[in-house]
């Protein structure tokens, strides 16, 4: 059983800068592929970023692309999610799952274990 704990959200204005921190507390971090996901008021979860095991594959949601970064350190066992330039319709709660084939994906189902989310708040 993998345990994922988000950090690093908060109220920052549009233009502005966060990073995202999703801590593992299981030994096979560093065989697992990791994902971002994030769920705005009165929406579905939707996919954010996509990392894997080793970090030679990334993937990102067009509405992202060129503003987020998704980044890994397994010697700590953290997937981190750089997010600038941010907007209103950035506002949710973001969310870290954990695939264990290492493969990572851009749906929900294919992930393994979720944390409990970090909220996003981006005021215009």
């Known amino acids: 059983q993998e345990q994922l704990v988000e950090s690093g959200g908060g109220l920052v204005q549009a233009g502005g800068s966060l990073r995202l921190s999703c801590a593992a507390s299981?030994?096979?971090?560093?065989?697992?592929?990791m994902g971002w996901f994030r769920q705005a008021p009165g929406k579905e979860r939707e996919f954010v970023a996509a990392?894997?095991?080793?970090?030679?594959?990334?993937y990102y949601a067009d509405s992202v692309k060129g503003r987020f970064t998704i980044s890994r350190d397994n010697a700590k066992k953290t997937v981190y999610l750089q997010v600038n330039s941010l907007k209103p319709e950035d506002t949710a709660v973001y969310y870290c799952?954990?695939?264990?084939?290492?493969?990572?994906?851009?749906?929900?189902?294919?992930?393994?274990?979720w944390g409990q989310g970090t909220q996003v708040t981006v005021s215009s």
């Open positions: 990392i894997s095991w080793s970090g030679g594959n990334i």
């Open positions: 799952a954990a695939d264990r084939t290492g493969v990572g994906r851009r749906w929900q189902a294919g992930y393994d274990y």
């Open positions: 299981g030994r096979t971090f560093s065989s697992y592929a």
